[in-house]
């Protein structure tokens, strides 16, 4: 049976990428010619020195009040803190008696969406002025206590931009694979040869640095460049549309959907945020029917509470480490830490040209991406089962013996990161 979703929407439509900036590692040179250090103006890398719990949480929290700031209309937090869309709940399988109480508390329908590929439908909804979002889900809640609700959380970008090298998995018939994130420039060079279609933003392109960099990692193929996955056909939903209020739930899960349609096996999520039912049910609804999603675990810190979506079950979380095999001390640790591949001082390609040097959680998981995608071409449980338990089983234990929560199962795709100073070199040949 179908289930309903109704996103009660208290106020207008919000803006572009809602992504928390974290700041640039100190003292990195830039190095000359067509290798520059990519400075993702969404999220960028946090320092070695600043790995502390307490440290990172400050970070975040200056991030979250700038965007406030300066787009209060479109914008607000959660009572957790959390980024929201001003004025926005979803409702998930509404009974009409829901529906009628929130009607009588003033709620004004917006739009209304079915994702059939995901059992799932939305009605939004505005909420009247003097009635804030806290508020008026509290008070449905209290009239209608089975009633599955919640906000409308943005999700951020989990690091800075980076790539991989290497020769990818057995590349034998079709490949796909999707990619949900900003948008990608096709334009670049090591993303020219990439066939497959764009979702999102009403049909126009806007390339992002952090979408560009993933894409690049998943499928990229230039002079003394690849991506785990060349002969991949790039399926990429740009879920931000440069607006500040880009990333919700809601757009996720469109996207998700369309993945569904598609029948991309392999999606890689490299975003992060807080738990929602609405995104949850999605992943949920894709798992089950044997897609492979993959997810950065995120960059708040290994103190720091589990993000999501890498933290649904049957989400492949990955995380990063450095070339000397080192964990990222910004990188989020728990049962959630499936994988570990690298996630620093890799080259990647940059919007409008150009390479960029890379790190976060966010380019670890797209080579984990591709080295599945080159392996399962349509989503089947079983098969999805078998391809990453084969991974896992190639992977380098490190850490504790066994899956520790620090690297998971270990370590994969090591001999897919490009060395910034050799694809220097190798270009200019």
């Given at each position: 049976?179908?289930?309903?979703?109704f996103?009660?929407?208290i106020?207008a439509?919000?803006g572009?990428?809602?992504?928390?900036?974290?700041p640039?590692?100190?003292?990195?040179?830039?190095l000359?010619?067509?290798v520059d250090?990519?400075v993702?103006?969404?999220?960028?890398?946090?320092p070695?020195?600043?790995?502390?719990t307490?440290?990172l949480?400050?970070?975040r929290?200056?991030?979250?009040?700038d965007?406030?700031?300066?787009?209060p209309?479109?914008?607000?937090?959660?009572?957790?803190?959390e980024?929201i869309?001003?004025?926005?709940?979803?409702?998930?399988?509404?009974?009409e008696?829901?529906?009628?109480a929130a009607?009588?508390?003033?709620l004004?329908?917006?739009?209304?969406?079915?994702?059939?590929?995901?059992?799932?439908?939305?009605?939004?909804?505005?909420?009247?002025?003097?009635?804030?979002t806290?508020?008026?889900?509290?008070?449905?809640r209290?009239?209608?206590?089975?009633?599955q609700?919640?906000?409308?959380?943005?999700?951020?970008?989990s690091?800075?931009?980076?790539?991989a090298?290497?020769?990818?998995l057995k590349?034998?018939?079709?490949?796909?694979v999707?990619?949900?994130?900003?948008?990608?420039?096709?334009?670049?060079?090591?993303l020219?040869?990439?066939?497959?279609?764009?979702?999102?933003?009403?049909?126009?392109?806007i390339?992002?640095?952090?979408g560009?960099?993933?894409?690049?990692?998943?499928?990229?193929?230039?002079?003394?460049?690849a991506?785990?996955?060349v002969?991949a056909e790039?399926?990429?939903?740009?879920?931000?549309?440069?607006?500040?209020d880009?990333g919700s739930?809601?757009?996720?899960v469109?996207?998700?959907?369309w993945?569904?349609?598609?029948?991309?096996a392999?999606?890689?999520l490299?975003?992060?945020g807080?738990?929602?039912?609405l995104?949850?049910?999605?992943?949920?609804?894709?798992?089950?029917?044997g897609?492979?999603i993959?997810?950065a675990?995120?960059?708040?810190g290994?103190?720091a509470?589990?993000l999501?979506?890498?933290?649904?079950?049957?989400?492949?979380?990955v995380?990063?480490?450095?070339?000397?095999?080192r964990v990222?001390?910004?990188?989020?640790?728990?049962?959630q830490?499936?994988?570990?591949?690298?996630g620093?001082?890799?080259?990647v390609?940059?919007?409008?040209?150009?390479y960029?040097?890379?790190?976060?959680t966010s380019?670890?998981?797209?080579?984990?991406?591709?080295?599945?995608?080159?392996?399962?071409?349509?989503?089947?449980?079983?098969a999805?089962?078998?391809?990453?338990?084969?991974?896992?089983?190639?992977a380098v234990?490190?850490?504790?013996?066994?899956?520790?929560?620090?690297?998971?199962?270990?370590?994969?795709?090591?001999?897919?990161?490009?060395?910034?100073?050799?694809?220097q070199?190798?270009?200019?040949?």
């Amino acid at each position: 049976m179908k289930q309903a979703v109704f996103v009660l929407s208290i106020t207008a439509a919000l803006g572009a990428q809602a992504q928390l900036r974290l700041p640039q590692l100190p003292g990195v040179q830039r190095l000359p010619g067509v290798v520059d250090r990519v400075v993702d103006r969404v999220t960028q890398p946090l320092p070695e020195l600043l790995s502390t719990t307490t440290q990172l949480v400050d970070l975040r929290v200056t991030q979250v009040r700038d965007l406030l700031q300066r787009h209060p209309d479109v914008v607000e937090t959660d009572p957790r803190g959390e980024l929201i869309r001003r004025r926005e709940l979803v409702l998930l399988a509404p009974s009409e008696a829901a529906l009628a109480a929130a009607a009588a508390l003033g709620l004004v329908k917006l739009r209304e969406e079915s994702w059939p590929e995901l059992d799932l439908r939305e009605v939004v909804l505005r909420v009247p002025a003097g009635l804030d979002t806290a508020e008026a889900l509290d008070k449905l809640r209290v009239a209608q206590p089975d009633l599955q609700a919640d906000f409308n959380h943005l999700y951020s970008r989990s690091g800075e931009v980076s790539a991989a090298a290497g020769a990818p998995l057995k590349q034998t018939g079709a490949v796909r694979v999707g990619l949900i994130d900003g948008g990608v420039d096709r334009r670049h060079p090591a993303l020219r040869h990439a066939a497959g279609p764009s979702f999102g933003c009403g049909g126009t392109a806007i390339s992002s640095e952090h979408g560009t960099a993933v894409a690049s990692l998943l499928v990229g193929l230039d002079r003394g460049f690849a991506g785990a996955a060349v002969k991949a056909e790039l399926f990429a939903a740009d879920v931000y549309c440069d607006k500040p209020d880009g990333g919700s739930a809601e757009e996720v899960v469109r996207a998700l959907a369309w993945m569904a349609r598609e029948r991309v096996a392999v999606i890689n999520l490299s975003l992060v945020g807080p738990t929602n039912r609405l995104l949850e049910q999605g992943v949920a609804a894709l798992v089950k029917r044997g897609h492979l999603i993959v997810a950065a675990v995120g960059n708040d810190g290994p103190a720091a509470p589990p993000l999501f979506p890498a933290s649904y079950a049957g989400v492949i979380g990955v995380t990063g480490v450095n070339p000397s095999r080192r964990v990222l001390p910004e990188a989020a640790q728990g049962p959630q830490v499936l994988l570990t591949a690298p996630g620093a001082d890799m080259a990647v390609a940059r919007s409008g040209g150009g390479y960029g040097i890379a790190r976060g959680t966010s380019f670890a998981a797209p080579l984990v991406a591709g080295l599945l995608a080159a392996e399962l071409r349509q989503p089947d449980p079983a098969a999805a089962a078998a391809v990453l338990e084969r991974l896992a089983a190639s992977a380098v234990d490190l850490g504790a013996p066994g899956r520790d929560p620090v690297y998971g199962r270990g370590l994969v795709a090591e001999d897919l990161r490009v060395v910034p100073e050799e694809l220097q070199a190798r270009q200019r040949r």
